[in-house]
């Protein structure tokens, strides 16, 4: 796991966060900013990657074509 911080322009602060699954980033929020002694909760929350899927390879909806999705596996890959 691994964190680290993007920007800080107090009160906001931005961070990016590695984590596997069942870490709560809500929770994470809250006891960063108990740590701190401030409180801390999130304004926005994006996922990026899970599993083998990551945003960066997604499409936009646009883009999707009526039955492409048949081209995909239930993993995301591209079937051959």
Not at 3 to 15: G, N, S, T
Request: proline fraction near 2%.
């Amino acid at each position: 796991q691994e964190i680290e911080l993007l920007e800080c322009a107090l009160p906001k602060v931005r961070i990016r966060v590695a984590c596997g699954k069942g870490t709560y980033i809500r929770s994470l929020a809250n006891d960063i900013g108990q740590a701190l002694g401030v409180g801390g909760y999130l304004s926005a929350l994006q996922r990026t990657k899970i599993g083998n899927l990551s945003l960066v390879d997604a499409m936009e909806l646009v883009d999707v074509e009526p039955n492409s999705l048949e081209e995909f596996n239930a993993d995301g890959t591209r079937k051959k």
